[in-house]
């Protein structure tokens, strides 16, 4: 599986939208980004995943490149609750293999 | 159901003691996972099963790390001998078919080896 790269630490006003980068330059045409967020002290949350449209969903939209070698989780009106460590995966939807492999992720601050 | 459950959420322990972890997955999940994190990094895989067969296992999984999941349902992590390199969050996270959304994740139990 591919392997991403996301900025460490970001910071979003509330009420604004914040934008999530996450680079996955060798990704292959059937692996599947999904993307995950972690609040503290609880287990991660599962948020969205695409293969190369760009999805909504209730909690968030995921904004895949053409040439699918980055994305941009956006959450359209954050709010303090959203701030967490969010993590970019990318992964073969029907894989055997089971091993997401999870880097550090972003961690988001939502400020008032 | 109210999603994945672990107990206990928190366990200390002295070193060279052994503990176990419990995981109630949702009930129709068929898939069930283990991760174990330390701070500031992602959860890393452990092991995996499907029903009651354990199709995977990390070479993290050391053997003093036991897992089991009878009859399909509950799982259990055992650790033996623990060392102080064991303290971490241990997660569990159950899925269906073709994980159209993903793992579900329980809150983990976080241990502490003393």
């Known amino acids: 599986d591919a392997k991403t790269t996301q900025p460490t630490s970001m910071d979003c006003a509330e009420g604004r939208a914040a934008n999530l980068p996450c680079n996955h330059s060798?990704?292959?045409?059937?692996?599947?980004v999904y993307w995950y967020r972690q609040i503290h002290s609880q287990g991660p949350q599962y948020i969205i995943h695409?293969?190369?449209?760009?999805e909504t969903n209730e909690m968030a939209s995921l904004i895949i490149t053409e040439d699918r070698k980055s994305s941009t989780l956006i959450l359209p009106h954050a709010t303090l609750r959203d701030t967490a460590v969010y993590y970019c995966i990318v992964k073969r939807r029907m894989d055997s293999n089971y091993q997401l492999i999870w880097g550090a992720g972003t961690k988001l601050i939502i400020k008032p | 159901d109210t999603g994945v459950s672990q107990d206990p959420r928190h366990k200390i322990t002295k070193r060279g003691q052994n503990v176990t972890f419990r995981c109630d997955p949702i009930s129709e999940h068929n898939r069930l996972y283990w991760y174990r994190q330390t701070l500031g990094q992602g959860p890393e895989f452990l092991t995996y099963f499907q029903n009651e067969a354990q199709l995977e296992k990390s070479r993290l999984l050391s053997d003093r790390f036991s897992a089991e999941r009878p009859k399909g349902s509950f799982s259990t992590l055992e650790i033996q001998r623990t060392e102080q390199g064991d303290s971490a969050m241990y997660l569990c996270?159950?899925?269906?078919?073709?994980?159209?959304?993903?793992?579900?994740f329980g809150s983990g139990t976080r241990l502490t080896v003393v």
């Open positions: 060798t990704i292959s045409g059937n692996e599947y």
């Open positions: 996270a159950s899925s269906w078919g073709q994980e159209t959304y993903g793992y579900t």
């Open positions: 695409g293969l190369k449209n760009n």
